[in-house]
């Protein structure tokens, strides 16, 4: 199933031929994607309704199902990503701010064009941040018209998480710092946590930090989207 979605009232100026759908990034993720660093993001697979695993085979993963045409089995490959397929697009939630005179505006009530400050930056203009910014808005409720970042999906599998390489995980942002041996967390270098000796472990670490301590130990199934600038 997709993520719900939050209808905003304000109408868009188009309707988009391909499907988007909202993801949440945050902060250190969005800057990096903003950027044009992050071109992979990771979420964990979730089974739908009704489904369960049976078996695995060869590294093929298969299932057991029950509908009203009664129980079948079903393969891995047959399942339909929850941001779309391959040319359609994700645009990003993050975290922002309006101005202080607009806080008791609910986001779908926000004109299309008001005043949008990310927490995330840098940002296109943060040079015009005024003095006093309104309240803290989770991305999660965030319209369509707010986003920043819009990427269009090019690749899209499931694995486990532990299969991530080093590629990989310098593809979801993890940058070098102090030297091409040692990386870290994208704001680490800012932050001053600790430093870890390869991306995949970087990457790894942010995991936990997301998701609770142990998380990336688990190694779940994830959908691994790979995707380029749409704009």
């Known amino acids: 199933m997709s993520p719900p979605e939050f209808i905003c009232a304000t109408p868009f100026p188009a309707v988009p031929a391909v499907r988007e759908t909202g993801v949440l990034f945050q902060p250190e993720m969005a800057r990096a994607t903003f950027a044009g660093i992050k071109t992979q993001t990771r979420r964990l697979f979730k089974l739908p309704n009704g489904f369960s695993w049976y078996d695995e085979l060869g590294g093929e993963a298969a299932g057991w199902m029950s509908d009203d045409t009664g129980p079948g089995w079903w393969h891995i490959e047959e399942l339909t990503s929850p941001y779309g397929a391959v040319g359609d697009r994700i645009w990003g939630r993050e975290a922002y701010r309006t101005i202080k005179f607009l806080d008791s505006f609910p986001p779908r009530n926000l004109a299309l064009g008001a005043p949008i400050f990310y927490e995330a930056s840098p940002e296109p203009d943060a040079s015009d ?15 369509r018209w707010m986003s920043r970042i819009v990427r269009e999906l090019t690749h899209i599998r499931i694995e486990r998480l532990l299969d991530i390489t080093e590629e990989d995980a310098i593809a979801e942002g993890i940058q070098p710092y102090r030297g091409p041996l040692r990386w870290v967390r994208y704001l680490d270098a800012i932050t001053g946590e600790p430093i870890h000796k390869t991306a995949r472990d970087a990457y790894l670490a942010l995991w936990d930090h997301i998701n ?5 130990a688990a190694n779940p199934r994830v959908w691994a989207y790979t995707f380029k600038d749409a704009t």
């Open 129 to 143: 941040r005024p003095a006093e910014l309104g309240k803290y808005r989770p991305g999660m409720f965030m319209c």
């Open 212 to 216: 609770g301590a142990g998380a990336a």
